[in-house]
């Protein structure tokens, strides 16, 4: 009897032990998705939005660095279109450009020196501990006299390295206003070279749009180029709840001197959208015309 009754236990026990055993291995980790391809009708497209020239001609040979690494969200659109549209945009001779993912390129500082400016395009969580020679040499950089022109999630960055978020103006604090709806904006200043393509004239489009942390965003150092119209009801109420400035400043685009250099940053730029719209395109490429110091434009900070 005592034999049939360890036998029948063991016998329960064997699924048990068989099921451990054979327990399923863990997944590897999803292998990240390719990004999407600039169609032949949107290369074509942008062509004709750059043009021939860039708005201002280059005081001299111009070189840029286009850096473009993803550690957090990936905006595929927004990188690749970004991408595209500044190798269109070289073509018109107003800059040479390179584009990399390496961070190799912002820490090797005699590799730095050859350019004239950084574009962070749509980069985020760029990871600042683990490359410690990135932020001091992006802040010398500007500093000394260069550019540099942050993309949409170029504001997604810094969390450690507030130095930076300093220089940049701003820290991603949350979008209420996302990529699927359609927003209002103001043109702070109109007489602004970097917004002329707007026309002085307040507009609406698609995009996600940022509102941004302080004490990083200070409206008082920072001269504003563009931001929401709340005068319009579907802006000023789109996610009311997690609009977090009680100002309700919700600066878009703006330039600011740092050092002897200059930065420009525009939330604009999310996906495509912003590419394939002339205005918006333009002003990017003023911002970084400005940031390479051959687009002059008054950027002393500006009260609201």
């Known amino acids: ?30 292998a990240p998705k390719p990004l999407p391809v600039v169609s032949a009708e949107d290369a074509a497209k942008l062509e004709t939005l750059v043009g021939g020239a860039l708005t201002a001609k280059p005081a001299k040979a111009r070189k840029v660095l286009v850096f473009s690494k993803t550690e957090g969200f ?15 945009a070289a073509k018109t001779g107003a ?7 390496d961070y190799a390129a912002l820490t090797d500082k005699a590799n730095l020196s050859k350019y004239d400016a950084v574009v962070l395009n749509n980069t985020t969580r760029l990871k600042t501990k ?6 001091p040499n992006l802040i010398e950089f500007v500093k000394s006299g260069r550019g540099l022109c942050v993309i949409h999630a170029g504001a997604d960055n810094f969390y450690d390295a507030p130095e930076a978020a300093e220089m940049v103006g701003g820290q991603f604090d949350g979008h209420p206003w996302g990529a699927g709806g359609t927003w209002a904006f ?24 940022y509102q941004q942390k302080s004490p990083f965003y200070d409206r008082s150092k920072l001269h504003v ?22 100002d309700k400043d919700f600066a878009v685009s703006w330039i600011r001197s ?30 970084l015309q400005y940031t390479l110091g051959d687009l002059k434009a008054d950027d002393k900070p500006v009260s609201k």
Do not use: W
């Open 225 to 246: 180029l563009v931001s929401l119209d709340l005068s319009d009801e579907t802006t000023a109420k789109s996610n009311v709840e997690k609009q977090k400035r009680a």
């Open 1 to 30: 009897m005592k034999s049939a009754v360890l036998a029948a236990c063991a016998a329960l026990m064997i699924p048990a032990v068989s099921g451990f055993a054979q327990a399923p291995a863990p997944k590897a980790p999803a």
């Open 258 to 287: 740092f050092g002897a250099g200059r930065v420009f940053y525009t939330s604009f730029a999310h996906d495509k959208r912003a590419f394939m719209d002339k205005a918006r395109l333009t002003h990017m490429l003023d911002g």
């Open 74 to 88: 990936v905006h595929g659109d927004g990188i690749v279109y970004g991408i595209k549209a500044l190798e269109i």
């Open 186 to 209: 103001k043109v702070d200043d109109p007489a602004s070279p970097l917004t002329k393509a707007f026309e002085g004239k307040s507009f609406k489009a698609g995009d996600e749009i």
């Open 130 to 135: 683990e490359n410690p020679a990135l932020v």
């Open 95 to 101: 800059f040479q450009a390179d584009f990399t993912t």
